[in-house]
């Protein structure tokens, strides 16, 4: 057992984690943000990122214990106060929406690639988005998502 | 402005957002596997090492015994009954026990379940459960395994679990009278769902009634339900199964599995607490369903001015240990070109085998897709073969409007021909068909053509295909929508709320789904076969309009008027004859609801597709209550140094007869022609002795956000009289002529045909070598 401490969604969270604990788990099982998808959990779909200091990491490959101190985003912290993020809102308004199982970690998977390139082109927006699959959409409503995003004022 | 604020009304047409996204985009959105039950327990499945074996013994007794193990089932526990998809056509085909205890026929095949208190134990409990099998012989190869003495995987003679001969005319004397005959032979993979979302479901028995939940990640609740209640043998009554949001099905979710039927009998053996089973993701690849692989070859006729005789040809698909909706997958794998082309003399008999590989099933398309991949490449090849434009020669014989067929389809809006004179002019056919300048250039482009149609319904667990939708508007103003029809992805809940609005005459905001609850919601038989838009959006508008009328009879006696001169519309009541209004419909509402009326308003509708008898033994009577047509052509770079295909653009143009929403009939289309595209140029399950070899995301690769294409999408829009608002249903269609569409322009790019799917870099270099020549 391990007692890891980080913040999580803007609010400081200590946990108990047993050390071969994955983040998912803790996230979904103890923390009870379901958010986070289950898909392959081998790190192959992207079903399951969440935002790590800012960056896409996928919660099925991380360890609980590892995360201590970190600054954790979930799906459920993006919206403030009700007000959807851009990149929330740009989902809906562009239809990037099917099942919307890939939805979260897609969503969070955007929001990274635009903390790092702010105006990114569709080619980057593509390659930003590779590890996050999504079998319902064919990507071009999600590219557009993305994109509409970038231009939009938060 | 704010989302709750909004009014959209008349939003039939308009891309209102998706009535789910905002709980989706949040996360908020509840699946299966996001369920909580207290007490709730982990369940697994203990499935077969072997692809044939006997069982000799199943001793459990040592699983039992460890702690945290709540339940334990085999077949001893179960009735024994079997269960299949497309019982009541082909009730013969009713072959697989949801627990096996005396033969296993595939790697995977179940034969008992554990209920435990955490998963670890579960599984520790799977390996404490000791199976004694007689190992058989077993066949991987459909055409081995129709030969005599092949091993006998059921009691069906040569392994044959579907035998499908469709005749019409006199097919060898057209042949005979055609100035040119080819032949072809195409072969087609496997290939998975792969759904993001695996399936789940979690069973709760209510002990002292012995009455059952099931929440399952599902396409189609009652079927499911059927399914539990044949095979438990309890009373449909008895059973409530429900769905949830559904990560995706593509037909993959389209029946019982035995996960579903072991959460419930576990749940019951554990005193009701509930079972949750969910596959992982190498189960979900393994052990679940997937595509069926087709060997289909066709020897066709045409005259030189490309009239088309006569088609022939014979379908062999390896479907695997049992017999899921094999019999329809073969069927729509034939009956399609009737949909398409104008033919009087056809013969093609289709075979579906039984084999020890993982069980085929039902796969976005049916069947249509490896029908699409073969009859679009083999008619371009006669069309090059008496030196006609393939464009040309589509529009020769392509089916036309108000046609019956020679099997006896009947085709009223048409678009076929609309559809490939537009995609034809959008994609500067012309001006691009055959300029591949390919003498010394590595890298060269060519384009390509298919054309497909689908129906919107097919009748393949009932005599009829109906769906019930019931509309409650409340006191205050509130409209809730029941409809059986289960949104698993495609946006049905949100088309049944436009359609329910704009007959209604009500905003979009106003409506509230409830979707797809046995105990609940009217009989809907699943989303499959495009049909929900289609059959459920006509009953949810039945529904609407039947609300309406009550409502306008109310105000139509309070103000003295005649209620068929009233409507609503924009939320208001209206007089037809100038549109003025004459009050609110919340107004309107109040009153229905007021001291001297006191009339709730519960409207129902249901509908059933105008369609006539099947003969299954023949192919013949009208499945549909209509068709969909599309024509796609594909623009490609190959580069003959290295064998690669890049797809550069899909030009796309649908008769969708009216979108209800644009922007979800484009996210149908897009995420169609990219899954085409994927089966045609890298997705592939393959086995070694009926062992699955790639059940993986990074083994199984499909498309990839890199991966994605330009396609450029063109409705027709034909107003079909039986579609709500005009609307066909749509969610296949385009998945259909992609494959032959991007083989056919890698044909006109470096004259030389891949026959076989998927199209990978080695085989066009294999092909180049192999016919140096332009065919």
């Not at chain 1, 998977?109 to 959409?137: H, V």
């Not at chain 2, 309890?234 to 979710?253: N, P, Y």
């Amino acid at each position: 057992m391990k007692t890891v401490t980080f913040t999580l969604n803007g609010k400081k969270t200590t946990v108990e984690a047993p050390d071969h604990e994955l983040l998912i788990e803790t996230l979904r099982e103890r923390l009870g943000l379901l958010g986070t998808k289950p898909s392959c959990l081998e790190g192959e779909c992207g079903a399951c990122t969440v935002l790590m200091d800012g960056k896409n990491v996928l919660s099925c490959l991380k360890l609980t214990a590892d995360v201590d101190g970190a600054d954790l985003t979930t799906i459920e912290g993006l919206a403030q106060n009700g007000t959807l993020d851009p990149v929330q809102q740009s989902f809906i308004d562009a239809g990037a929406v099917q099942c919307g199982y890939c939805t979260p970690g897609m969503v969070l998977a955007s929001k990274a690639l635009l903390g790092e390139k702010p105006q990114p082109t569709d080619e980057e927006i593509a390659r930003g988005l590779d590890g996050n699959l999504c079998r319902c959409t064919g990507y071009i409503k999600i590219i557009d998502a993305v994109r509409a995003a970038s231009l939009r004022k938060p | 402005m704010n989302q709750d604020t909004k009014k959209t009304t008349s939003p039939v047409g308009k891309a209102v957002p998706r009535i789910d996204a905002r709980p989706k985009v949040t996360g908020e959105a509840a699946y299966v596997y996001d369920m909580r039950l207290s007490g709730m327990l982990v369940g697994k499945m203990l499935r077969s090492p072997h692809a044939h074996a006997k069982i000799v013994k199943i001793d459990t007794s040592r699983a039992r015994k460890l702690a945290g193990v709540k339940a334990v089932v085999t077949a001893t526990d179960t009735p024994k009954i079997k269960f299949g998809s497309n019982e009541y056509f082909f009730p013969y085909t009713v072959d697989q026990l949801p627990l096996e205890d005396e033969k296993v026929r595939y790697i995977g095949d179940e034969i008992a379940a554990v209920a435990a208190v955490d998963e670890e134990t579960a599984n520790k409990a799977l390996s404490l459960i000791d199976v004694t099998y007689e190992v058989l012989p077993a066949v991987f190869d459909p055409v081995e395994a129709m030969k005599p003495g092949a091993p006998a995987i059921h009691t069906s003679m040569n392994n044959i679990g579907v035998m499908l001969p469709v005749q019409y005319g006199d097919a060898d004397t057209a042949l005979k009278e055609s100035d040119y005959v080819r032949e072809d032979v195409f072969v087609l993979p496997s290939a998975a769902h792969a759904a993001l979302e695996p399936h789940v479901a979690i069973g709760q028995c209510e002990v002292s009634t012995r009455r059952i939940t099931l929440w399952t990640s599902t396409q189609a609740p009652f079927k499911v339900r059927e399914a539990l209640a044949k095979t438990l043998e309890i009373e449909q009554a008895d059973i409530r199964v429900i769905k949830l949001a559904v990560g995706g099905g593509f037909g993959g979710k389209l029946e019982m599995l035995p996960m579903d039927f072991a959460a419930c009998l576990l749940s019951q053996k554990a005193g009701g607490l509930p079972v949750k089973i969910a596959c992982t993701r190498e189960e979900e690849f393994c052990f679940t369903r997937r595509k069926h692989p087709v060997i289909y070859k066709l020897k066709s006729g045409v005259k030189k001015d490309g009239t088309l005789m006569a088609i022939t040809g014979e379908v062999i698909a390896d479907g695997g240990a049992y017999c899921s909706y094999g019999p329809t997958v073969i069927a729509a794998c034939i009956m399609r070109i009737f949909m398409v082309y104008k033919i009087r003399h056809f013969r093609v008999i289709g075979f579906r085998v039984y084999t020890n590989n993982p069980i085929c099933g039902a796969i976005r398309g049916f069947g249509g897709v490896q029908s699409g991949f073969a009859v679009e490449s083999h008619m371009d090849l006669l069309a090059r073969g008496i030196g006609m434009d393939p464009v040309e020669f589509r529009l020769k014989n392509a089916t036309d409007p108000d046609t019956v067929t020679v099997n006896k389809l009947v085709l009223s809006t048409n678009g076929l021909k609309e559809c490939i004179h537009k995609a034809a002019e959008a994609s500067g056919w012309k001006q691009k068909f055959g300029k591949s300048s390919s003498e010394g250039e590595v890298v060269v482009r060519g384009i390509g053509i298919g054309v497909a149609a689908d129906v919107m319904g097919s009748k393949m667990y009932k005599a009829h295909e109906s769906a019930g939708t019931i509309i409650k508007v409340e006191e205050d103003g509130s409209v809730y929508v029941f409809t059986g029809a289960a949104d698993t992805g495609q946006g049905s809940d949100t088309a049944m709320a436009q359609i329910a609005a704009q007959e209604l005459g009500v905003a979009y905001e106003r409506i509230r789904i409830k979707a797809a609850d046995t105990e609940i919601t009217p009989f809907d038989t699943g989303s499959f076969a495009s049909r929900v838009t289609f059959i459920s959006g006509n009953a949810t508008k039945n529904a609407a309009a039947d609300a309406k009328r009550q409502i306008l009879e109310v105000v139509g006696r309070q103000l003295g008027l005649e209620k068929d001169g009233l409507d609503i519309r924009d939320e208001q009541v209206v007089r037809r004859s100038d549109n003025g209004a004459v009050m609110s419909f919340d107004r309107a509402v109040q009153l229905c609801y007021s001291f001297d009326y006191g009339h709730l308003l519960i409207g129902r509708g249901h509908y059933n597709p105008k369609t006539t008898p099947i003969d299954f033994r023949t192919g013949e009577g009208n499945i549909s209550g209509s068709y969909g047509f599309e024509a796609q052509i594909a623009e490609v770079e190959v580069n003959k140094k290295t064998g690669q295909v890049r797809v550069l653009k899909m030009t796309d143009v649908h008769d969708i007869g009216y979108p209800i929403n644009p922007q979800s009939v484009q996210g149908q289309i897009e995420g169609s022609i990219l899954m085409g595209v994927g089966y045609t140029l890298h997705e592939n399950l393959r086995f070694a002795e009926g062992r699955v070899l790639n059940p993986s995301f990074s083994k199984y690769r499909i498309p990839r956000s890199t991966d994605k294409v330009d396609i450029a999408s063109i409705f027709v829009e034909t107003n079909d009289p039986q579609g709500p608002f005009g609307a066909k249903g749509m969610g296949e269609a385009s998945l259909l002529p992609t494959a032959a569409a991007i083989a056919n322009a890698i044909h006109d790019a470096i004259g030389v045909r891949i026959r076989e799917l998927p199209i990978t870099p080695e085989k066009v270099l294999a092909a180049l070598n192999r016919e140096p020549g332009r065919e």
